[in-house]
């Protein structure tokens, strides 16, 4: 505890670990018509995966404010944080000599590691006074993805780097103790799921079929929103308005294939 008002110093860190081992089967036959013999073509899928998956990640911020008037303060703040992800899926067919999965299938078998790295770094002012609080705060902000995965005896080794402007801000005033206005802003770096950078058939159970792209970039998401409310004291009725935008720099969606895998 400082002795000077308002001027304080804290430290947050959280951290998570988990990790899973599962059996699924996949058993499937697809006919296919229309073909330039005038035959069906018919495939059949009978498979075992065995998933194991470990994660585990921490992240820590750090903050500090320093009164500068009677209304206002000053913060600094920096934020880290790191997530590991190994998975690894083994797929076997079915042996109809052994009857028993126990012929490794290198199509559908992958072992991926991926770790996420995001630093913020931020300057911010806040000030409350009469009817008015705002915060106007400006971030720098870095994100790295460093992933690996093996496939089919192929390494894709990508690491992706980005740094993104990341202002924040914040605004409320109130009318009377009955009405308000606020506006919000702030700007955040998404990492792309395991399944979206792994490139390999996701289901092989389906006409329809996705692979995921190792090359995949973080996305960084804007977001403003504005708000108004109002209480009639009289009747007791509550009026709101709100708006809110949202847009996405390097945004992440899925691709899907038609046709047999």
């Not at 402007?165 to 700007?187: E, H, I, K």
Request: no cysteine; hydrophobic share 25%.
């Amino acid at each position: 505890k400082f002795l000077t008002p308002r001027r304080t110093f804290s430290l947050n860190l959280t951290g998570n670990m988990t990790s899973g081992n599962t059996d699924s089967y996949n058993k499937s036959t697809i006919s296919i018509f229309g073909t330039p013999t005038g035959l069906p073509l018919t495939t059949t899928n009978d498979l075992l995966f065995n998933n194991i998956s470990k994660t585990n990640g921490f992240t820590a911020r750090a903050s500090y404010t320093e009164p500068l008037t009677k209304y206002k303060t000053l913060e600094l703040n920096y934020n880290y944080s790191l997530s590991n992800s190994n998975t690894q899926r083994s797929a076997y067919d079915y042996n109809e000599l052994t009857q028993q999965y126990d012929r490794p299938d290198t199509t559908y078998s992958n072992k991926f590691e991926n770790t996420f790295i995001n630093q913020r770094l931020g300057i911010a002012i806040q000030s409350k006074k009469d009817k008015l609080t705002y915060t106007l705060g400006v971030g720098i902000e870095s994100s790295q993805i460093l992933s690996k995965t093996n496939v089919l005896d192929t390494l894709f080794d990508r690491t992706h780097k980005s740094v993104n402007f990341s202002p924040t801000t914040s605004m409320n005033y109130a009318f009377s103790t009955r009405s308000r206005l606020n506006l919000q802003y702030r700007g955040t770096t998404n990492q792309p799921t395991v399944d979206q950078l792994q490139p390999i058939v996701s289901d092989p159970n389906s006409l329809t079929f996705r692979k995921g792209n190792p090359d995949l970039k973080s996305s960084f998401t804007n977001d403003l929103s504005f708000g108004y409310n109002d209480v009639d004291s009289k009747t007791f009725a509550n009026y709101f308005v709100n708006l809110q935008y949202s847009g996405v720099l390097n945004s992440i969606s899925n691709s899907y294939i038609n046709g047999p895998n």
